[in-house]
């Protein structure tokens, strides 16, 4: 049994082993496939770089994705026009806000907007010419209660084409506003004070003046940029005053620049010229006056400012370049107006010298461009033997100045003329005596011009105090002296009394107390005459009008009273009119005749001889008497219109006024405290009122003047129905005065204190109206200060 089972085992174990199921084999298959590829086969090396390939993608696309939206976030911070094509894929919420923070518009949308806000846009300017990539576009703004050129330049734009692919395919042009100004004309004192008129009457103007016109700079001129005129005109007389801003546009800095306002009497506009040696242009203005030559020159400098690189500069000649006592000679004498002479002399020092310095070459060629003027002025033939000694004296002909005044058989028109002068030939006769004292016809002029201004004794002194005079030299002065007659010619051509004051009993006159021509002479009346003393509220001396009180007037130590005879006219009228109004409201006239002056305290006062006028009757209704002389006023008496009239045409300075007036009544007491009655009720009492339109305030707008009279606020108390009781206790007439934009001005409702108006006036040589305010004391004359919005 052992053998067998021996034998079978092996059998056994063999059978079993091929009767074993094929899932074993399949097993081992499948572990085979699973196993890790040997290294260096091919199915290695595929499957590495499939794996390496799919991450460099991803991270590629990445990191374009990244740097796509980090360029996107790059522009969208520096420029967000670059991006704007953006809009067109993004929903309204999400839209990209522009870098110009606005969107282009068309010309269509931009007309269309600005007349919403009633403004109108003017004539269109390129740039550049050839291309209307860019314009220029100035904007106005209707005046009104205007008869010509009555719309006035508000702001001016530049705008410059969208280059956004979002806009380039529209059929239409799209523009950015690439920049805006806005404008307001120069102030009108600045335009006047080149003006005669403004040195004779200086006034408290700031009032801006339109600007009506726009002139783009043709041709050549300095810098990259666009050069523009803003310019307007205001009448003087029978000529044309221009004024204006020069504007500038930069392209560097995409921005418009104010470079300087200018002002031409004579009508001329800015041009570019060559003026210096350098090729780079100049900027003239024509300042000229008459027969004064006055040109301003203009270099275009650099300027140390991001917005602002250049700067106007104007060649001036108050700062010397060279220490050298013949050019500062000359310098000094051109500042006076002695042009010639100081070219003559410059051209000379540039000869010894070998040349000059830039700045030093660009002040000669100053004085040069006026020498020219004022050369070819003298050389002309003139009417009058006036015109040929002033176009003489200006370009320093002293010489043939003289002969000219030897050889008139008149020559009170000369005097007229070395009278009337405003120290333009003193000045350059003291400018020339300084460089050389000794030189016969200068000397000569000074001494006329002195006799003239001053008087013959004033002119004698002087020469006999000049040392070195020869006796010849002083006779031949002192001869042309006489023949000038200079008191007598003095006395003739004063200007006439120009005085406004209130009248004052005097009780006792003491001579001494007061200042005479002749101080030997006795003060006396003569028949049916008694004294008044004139305190005095203004008075013009030929020059300006000066107002209580009169901080500087300053009489000279010697000859006071001739200061005062001809600082006040009286030399040329010394008659006075002494204005009375009699308790039933007629005016009386009597003439009285100014003896004597006096300074006191700040306080002027004329001692006048007259006929007895009437007393007030202690009527506090009665005007107090009033002194003015012939040529002090010209009353002004706007045609009234009645306030339901004047509702129709500006209803609400109707309403404004009657509140107003109803409110000071109350105060005043005038009328019972209480609520204010309604419109339509203050309309049906107040509406027959008389009221007057007429400019107070000088800005081409009326005012409006309403003066009720002490009858007519007595009459508000009344019942409407009934008789009228007669009013023991009635008030004064009162005035109040609104301005073009209903605001109260002026109103005679004061409290604690009596103002009245007593009439609307023009002074002589004055632009604005005054009014004259009588109070408890005094009269006074009061005109509108643009400065303090208020009469002064």
Same mark, same amino acid.
């Given at each position: !049994?052992?053998?067998?089972?021996? #034998?079978?085992?092996?059998?056994t174990s063999k059978e079993n082993q091929q009767n074993q ?51 996107? @976030?790059f522009l969208f911070i520096m420029n967000p026009d670059q ?21 282009? +518009? ?9 007349? #919403?806000?009633?403004?109108?846009? &003017? ?102 940029? $666009? ?7 205001? +009448?003087?007389?029978? @000529? ?13 800095? =995409? ?17 570019? /010229? ?24 203009? *270099? ?25 006592? &013949? ?24 000869? *010894? ?13 100053? %004085? ?7 050369? =070819? ?25 003289? /002969? ?24 350059? =006769? ?145 008659? !006075? ?10 005016? *009386? %006239?009597t003439m009285a005749t100014i003896k004597a002056v006096q ?22 209704? /009665? ?13 002004? *008496? ?30 005043? &007491? ?11 009720? !203050? ?82 040589? $004055? ?5 004259? $305010? ?19």
């Open positions: !049994m052992a053998k067998r089972s021996r #034998k079978l085992t092996p059998k199921p094929r899932t074993g084999v399949r097993k081992r298959v499948v572990k085979k496939t699973l196993q890790k590829p040997k290294p260096g086969s091919w199915l290695s090396s595929t499957l590495a770089m499939s794996t390496t390939g799919c991450a460099y993608a991803i991270l590629l696309s990445s990191a374009g994705i990244i740097i796509s939206f980090a360029w996107i @976030s991006v704007s094509w953006l809009n067109k894929i993004l929903p309204e919420w999400a839209q990209i806000p522009l870098g110009k923070h606005e969107r282009p +518009q068309t010309f269509k949308n931009i007309e269309l907007d600005l007349s #919403k806000k009633n403004l109108i846009v &003017g004539e269109i300017l390129p740039l550049y010419q050839g291309t209307k990539n860019s314009f220029f576009m100035p904007v106005f703004q209707q005046r009104v209660n205007c008869e010509s050129d009555c719309q006035k330049l508000v702001e001016i734009r530049v705008y410059q084409r969208s280059q956004e692919l979002e806009f380039k395919s529209e059929p239409e042009n799209y523009y950015y506003l690439e920049s805006q100004l806005p404008i307001t004309g120069p102030e009108e004192s600045f335009v006047i004070s080149s003006l005669a008129d403004a040195i004779l009457e200086p006034q408290d103007i700031s009032v801006p003046l339109p600007l009506t016109k726009v002139q783009r700079f043709e041709g050549q001129t300095p810098s990259p940029g $666009v050069w523009f005129n803003l310019r307007g005109e205001r +009448q003087h007389g029978n @000529s044309a005053l221009a004024y204006g801003h020069i504007v500038y546009y930069n392209p560097e800095r =995409s921005n418009l620049q104010l470079m300087l306002s200018w002002t031409s009497p004579s009508g001329q506009l800015p041009k570019w /010229q060559q003026v210096t040696g350098d090729a780079t242009k100049e900027l003239l203005i024509d300042r000229t006056l008459g027969l004064e030559p006055h040109l301003a020159v203009y *270099q275009v400098k650099p300027l140390k400012l991001f917005l602002k690189p250049i700067q106007l500069e104007a060649i001036n000649l108050k700062s010397p370049v060279l220490k050298d006592s &013949g050019y500062q000679n000359a310098l000094s004498i051109a500042r006076t107006g002695l042009w010639t002479p100081a070219f003559e002399w410059l051209k000379f020092i540039k000869k *010894q010298r070998k040349g000059l310095p830039q700045e030093a070459q660009a002040q000669m060629d100053l %004085i040069r461009l006026h020498s020219q003027l004022t050369k =070819s002025q003298a050389e002309k033939s003139w009417a009058s033997p006036g015109e040929q000694v002033l176009a003489n004296l200006i370009d320093g002909r002293w010489g043939k100045a003289l /002969q000219v005044f030897e050889s008139a058989d008149n020559v009170q028109e000369i005097a007229t003329l070395l009278k009337g002068d405003e120290k333009r030939l003193w000045n350059r =006769s003291v400018a020339a005596l300084r460089v050389n004292p000794k030189r016969q016809e200068v000397q000569a002029w000074f001494a006329l011009i002195l006799a003239v201004q001053r008087g013959q004794e004033a002119a004698n002194s002087w020469l006999e105090t000049q040392p070195q005079i020869s006796k010849d030299r002083l006779a031949y002065i002192q001869g042309l002296l006489t023949k000038l007659d200079g008191e007598a010619i003095k006395s003739e051509i004063s200007h006439l009394s120009q005085i406004v004051g209130t009248v004052q009993p005097i009780a006792e006159v003491t001579s001494s107390e007061w200042l005479q021509p002749n101080s030997t002479a006795d003060l006396k009346l003569t028949d049916n005459q008694v004294w008044y003393q004139v305190q005095v509220s203004a008075f013009s001396d030929g020059k300006r009008w000066l107002n209580f009180p009169f901080e500087n007037l300053n009489p000279p130590k010697t000859s006071p009273a001739k200061f005062f005879w001809k600082t006040l006219g009286i030399n040329s009228d010394p008659q !006075m009119q002494i204005v009375v109004w009699l308790p039933n409201g007629e005016q *009386q %006239i300074l006191r305290n700040k306080v002027l006062r004329l001692l006048v001889a007259a006929p007895k006028i009437p007393k007030n009757q202690n009527n506090v209704l /009665q005007p107090k008497p009033l002194a003015l002389t012939n040529a002090a006023l010209e009353w002004v *008496q706007p045609f009234p219109i009645t306030l339901r009239e004047l509702h129709t045409q500006n209803p609400s300075a109707v309403k404004v006024i009657l509140s107003s007036v109803w409110e000071s009544l109350q105060k005043s &007491g005038e009328v019972p405290a209480g609520a204010i009655p309604s419109f339509e009720q !203050m309309q049906d009492k107040l509406g027959d009122w008389p009221v007057q339109t007429i400019d107070l305030t000088n800005n081409g707008q009326p005012e409006i003047v309403l003066t009720i009279s002490g009858t007519t606020i007595a009459s508000l108390n009344q019942p409407q129905s009934g008789i009228i009781e007669e009013n023991t206790n009635q008030s004064p007439d009162r005035t109040i005065i609104l301005s073009d934009s209903d605001e109260v001005i002026y109103t005679d409702f004061q409290q604690n204190s009596f103002q009245k108006l007593s009439a609307i006036a023009k002074l002589s040589g $004055v632009q604005s109206l005054a009014l004259l $305010v009588e109070n408890a004391e005094k009269y006074s004359l009061k005109r509108w200060s643009e400065k303090n919005q208020r009469f002064e």
